[in-house]
């Protein structure tokens, strides 16, 4: 492997430009060309037609859902949406497609010429041109048996799940992205999880990058200045994680500017991206004399929306989310810093069902922000992936809004919730947290303690209230914090002026 | 009913509705004349004959309950062995599908199955449907009944055959760009080409997608435009696929029988004529045109220069899209497997073994002629201008039937060769479907009925071009033909002039006869 050069170092003597073409699986019910349901949990090879599994004679057929998704993503992005497009056939040889061809759009694609304007952490925003979103099929799943970690390499024999295969896709192609400088990586980034909220906010897929519904490919060259020509490019594959984006981004500016340095060319090609060390190795060329011999699919009629239909779809797009940001921010009343930490949690959703639940915005984002948060980390999971709903912590709050437990009651009953224990009201119940709210058994606390000490007592009726933090201490510490701290101070006050 | 096997469809059923036979009887007799014949013909890849049977009783029962029966219900039929069947065996004529059974039935088949057509079997074809002559079979060519040492015509020679022996009363072809009616035209048969899109094309294994077309074969027009009825209409599963729209194909060919074409103005495409039709085949051709007069109709000259380079077209735009259509076949998912004679068992080795084992001369002719042709470079340059010329041809038609009814021509330039005869002149057996493929190019559609024989004796045909979704013209037309020749024949269709007489299995001296060919 090529030393690396610091990536500071290469971004101050080379200019790198970026190109980022994101695929998202559709959420739709059935695959793109046929009707085997689009769900790749089931078992191997059980969700087909024969059309998914290219059988001699089998005929594909366009999914309309789909074709309204695609549609939904070129207008959220700024696209002209085509009058009419075609589908293409890319076709090369590979065990994970059927057909040996990939049906998909070349020089016709359904949406061009979008753009997208993405917040950095810092506030600013970089526009991202969109050169076109198309509509394409994904292939199979093939698994190495044999070798090393599912490596192809030293596999005795490869297994293949076609379940995958046909279930639509939209990739959304950027033009040149220039400019970037220093802040390549945090752009990139910036970029694909601003595409994510969209599909998500769109309802076209569930985009759960770990699950990989969203796949960037990332396309790094690096040039001597601004001015000068684009340099050569690799394209980094299948890259799933905001973070592995970044890596993936910085890796490849060091490393081409390393190999810059040597005196040596950057080889077109494809790379692979590896999450253990966030390195980068080389996949197999790439030249632009790749013959993918496209030719219009012969098998599909052009798809040609109808305009009243797309102006349907226009009117009926949800709010895009950086407008919801803003609209929200200014409802909820949080600052720039707090709105953009719980933005970059993914909590924003979370929040705001919370709040819906019947939180204050201020006691939603303490909670999603604090406590849950950090159990989040310490369990390495997402915000969205706990044990509880926004529906549950939106009852906590209302248990600490009612009066029935404070603050630190609270704490022990979302332990109890995240533990499975039930909803807040019957964790409340099970574990007995409830403020003491029946005088009686304070009062005996308070008279014991009173009566074991009596120059305490002595001291507050003389005025000096000093001690009484003691009495109530020890009243709360025989209650296991169940006592209302403010009642209990009401009571001694009460029973040393009687006495 | 006095003979089962030389009746038509009509007939066929007739006698059922009046309870004179049964399907079962009439399935049975169809199978003996199989056994008896197709030893030598190999006009069958699979006879399926239990499921042909039983398919017969189910029609029988359901007549017996009486219950409302479509026409054809319990006529047997023969299927060319590019469709799909479920639960039979489907080979494509290539060793690249030998013993594939098919999970699922085309929507054609389906159709068939729906209205109680018994099948009796898939029938032999050039391997992938590339072929004018049933020669590239890879199980073996198909005779012609006329006479044994010629070619049944291609890729459906054994549907043609078929029909033409009497080993079936209809068939269904597949046409991309003549396959169902230059078989028919040298076996004496009728052959329909439909308008593209009005039969499903959904199970239909594919080798030119924007060609190919599901058809009638048939012994009489009537019949033809019977089975025509059936399998047309709107199919979701093919998005090429027309919307319906109602037709009465049958209803129209029977209006065609008395004869009579006043009004019509009939148009003879000056490409489709003089050098290289063979001067029985062009005197034929003027002697039904006559017919035609007498009938009453109008016949003028049109002009479509575009013919001159459609031949090329298609030789372009089949093949391309044919490289990328047989790109599934790599061993992989079904059909055969070749492993590497000797070094590492890779996925792309084993992709190429299979194909370069499974795959004749003539399918890997066209694969590299296609993948060529749809390369970076030349993409433009072959399948460009391909499509171009097809948008003229396309053109010129529109133009001419601004003009005429139907356009007419000899549907091949010659009557059938003998085996061998062309099989190393790739270029001489493409030319033999220089008059059916400007319909398959235009998609309109086109029916080619046998119109007469030459000096050996053996038949040409006659081919009728309608505009799109013409069909309903074209019955009418062909059966006022049809029986305009009928009437030059001594009242009898021409069929009936020579096959049985050489094919008589009492005859021990007759080749056909499967008792002297134990």
Not at chain 1, 428 to 438: M, T
Request: charged fraction near 20%; glycine fraction near 10%; include cysteine.
């Amino acid at each position: 492997m090529t030393a690396l050069v610091d990536y500071a170092d290469a971004i101050r003597r080379f200019d790198p430009v970026l190109g980022i073409e994101v695929h998202v699986e559709l959420g739709t019910a059935t695959k793109m060309f046929d009707d085997a349901p689009a769900h790749v949990d089931t078992a191997p090879n059980t969700a087909l037609t024969p059309t998914s599994l290219g059988l001699p004679g089998s005929l594909p057929v366009v999914n309309r859902t789909a074709v309204e998704y695609a549609i939904r993503i070129g207008l959220a992005l700024g696209c002209t949406i085509a009058p009419s497009c075609r589908f293409a056939r890319k076709n090369y040889f590979y065990p994970d497609i059927p057909k040996n061809f990939q049906t998909s759009q070349s020089d016709e694609p359904i949406a061009y010429d979008g753009h997208l304007d993405v917040e950095l952490d810092d506030g600013t925003v970089y526009r991202v041109e969109i050169e076109r979103a198309h509509m394409e099929e994904d292939a199979g799943k093939n698994t190495h048996v044999g070798g090393a970690a599912g490596r192809i390499h030293g596999a005795t024999h490869s297994l293949v799940d076609y379940n995958r295969a046909g279930i639509p896709l939209v990739e959304i192609v950027t033009k040149p992205l220039t400019g970037v400088g220093d802040r390549a990586p945090e752009i990139a980034r910036a970029y694909v999880h601003a595409l994510r909220d969209i599909f998500r906010a769109l309802g076209v897929s569930e985009a759960r990058m770990e699950r990989g519904n969203v796949r960037a490919d990332i396309n790094v060259s690096l040039r001597a200045a601004p001015e000068a020509p684009l340099g050569t490019r690799t394209e980094t594959k299948n890259v799933n994680s905001f973070r592995s984006i970044e890596r993936a981004v910085r890796y490849e500016v060091s490393r081409q500017a390393a190999v810059l340095d040597a005196g040596e060319a950057v080889l077109q090609e494809t790379r692979h991206f590896h999450e253990d060390d966030g390195s980068t190795s080389s996949g197999r060329p790439k030249s632009d004399a790749d013959d993918y011999r496209y030719f219009p699919e012969p098998d599909l009629v052009p798809v040609v929306p109808d305009p009243a239909w797309v102006r349907e779809i226009e009117a009926n797009l949800p709010e895009m989310p950086a407008a919801r940001r803003r609209r929200l921010q200014g409802e909820w009343g949080y600052t720039e810093l707090e709105m953009r930490d719980v933005v970059n949690a993914s909590a924003i959703d979370l929040i705001e069902a919370t709040v819906a639940a019947g939180a204050s915005p201020a006691a939603a984002r303490k909670w999603w922000m604090g406590e849950l948060a950090r159990t989040a980390k310490d369990e390495g999971r997402a915000l969205e992936e706990l044990a509880i709903t926004p529906a549950a912590v939106g009852e906590l709050q209302q248990l600490v809004d009612s009066g029935r437990i404070n603050d630190k009651l609270a704490r022990q009953v979302l332990t109890g919730v995240l533990a499975g224990e039930g909803t807040p009201e019957e964790v409340l119940v099970a574990r007995g947290l409830e403020i003491v709210s029946d005088d009686g058994p304070l009062l005996e606390v308070i008279d014991a303690t009173l009566a074991a000490q009596p120059d305490i007592a002595e001291k507050i009726a003389a005025g000096n209230l000093g001690p009484i933090g003691a009495v109530i201490g020890a009243v709360m510490k025989a209650t296991r914090g169940q006592a209302d701290a403010g009642r209990v101070r009401e009571l001694v006050l009460e029973r040393v002026a009687g006495s | 009913m006095s003979d089962l096997i030389t009746a038509t469809a009509v007939e066929l059923s007739a006698a059922m509705a009046a309870g004179e036979t049964t399907s079962a009887e009439i399935t049975r007799a169809h199978l003996d004349r199989i056994a008896a014949v197709d030893g030598d013909l190999h006009a069958y890849l699979h006879v399926n004959a239990d499921e042909a049977l039983a398919a017969a009783a189910d029609v029988d029962a359901r007549r017996a309950a009486g219950r409302e029966l479509p026409e054809l219900a319990g006529v047997p039929i023969a299927v060319k062995d590019s469709i799909v069947t479920e639960n039979q065996v489907t080979t494509c004529g290539s060793r690249m599908l030998e013993g594939w059974v098919p999970p699922y039935d085309a929507t054609v088949v389906a159709k068939l199955r729906a209205a109680g057509l018994p099948i009796l079997g898939k029938t032999n074809m050039d391997e992938f449907a590339m072929g004018s002559s049933t020669e590239f079979s890879a199980f073996g060519p198909t005779r012609n009944p006329w006479d044994r040492d010629r070619i049944p015509g291609g890729s459906g020679g054994g549907s043609a055959a078929a029909v033409a022996a009497y080993a079936a009363p209809l068939a269904l072809g597949s046409d991309t760009g003549g396959s169902i009616r230059q078989p028919a035209s040298v076996t004496g048969t009728i052959g329909v080409k439909p308008t593209y899109g009005s039969v499903s094309r959904y199970g239909l294994i594919a080798m030119a997608s924007s060609l190919d077309q599901v058809g009638p074969c048939s012994r009489t027009v009537t019949d033809a435009a019977l089975l025509h009825d059936l399998i047309a209409g709107h199919d979701p599963r093919d998005s090429t696929s027309l919307p319906d729209a109602p037709h009465a194909y049958a209803t129209a060919a029977r209006a065609g029988a008395n004869g009579d074409l006043s009004g019509v103005c009939v148009g003879i495409v000056r490409e489709l004529a003089g050098a290289g039709y063979a001067p029985d085949v062009q005197a034929r051709f003027e002697e039904s045109v006559a017919l035609m007069e007498d009938a009453g109709a109008h016949v003028v000259e049109v002009a479509c220069p575009s013919f001159e380079a459609a031949l090329a077209a298609y030789y372009l735009i089949m093949p391309s899209e044919a490289s990328s259509n047989l790109a599934k076949f790599d061993g992989m998912r079904f059909g055969l497997r070749v492993e590497p004679a000797e070094g590492p068992v890779t996925a792309e080795r084993v992709m190429a073994a299979t194909r370069g084992a499974g795959f004749g001369p003539e399918v890997k002719r066209r694969i590299v002629l296609g993948t060529y042709a749809l390369s970076a470079g030349y993409y433009d340059a072959y399948y460009g201008s391909a499509q171009r010329v097809r948008t003229l041809v396309q053109r010129d038609l529109d133009a001419a039937f601004g003009r005429v009814d139907v356009i007419v021509s000899p549907t091949n330039p010659t009557t059938a060769f003998r085996f061998g005869e062309k099989v190393d002149d790739p270029m001489a057996m493409y030319l033999n479907d220089i008059a059916t493929i400007p319909a398959n190019l235009a998609g309109v559609p086109a029916l080619s009925l046998p119109n007469g024989r030459d000096s050996d004796g053996l038949p040409t045909g006659f081919q009728l071009i309608g505009p799109a979704r013409g069909e309903t013209n074209l019955y009418t037309y062909a059966a006022a033909l049809e029986a305009r020749l009928a009437g030059a024949w001594g009242g009898t269709p021409l069929l009936t002039h020579v096959p049985m007489n050489s094919m008589n299995p009492t005859n021990p001296m007759d080749p056909m006869n499967t008792e002297a060919n134990r």
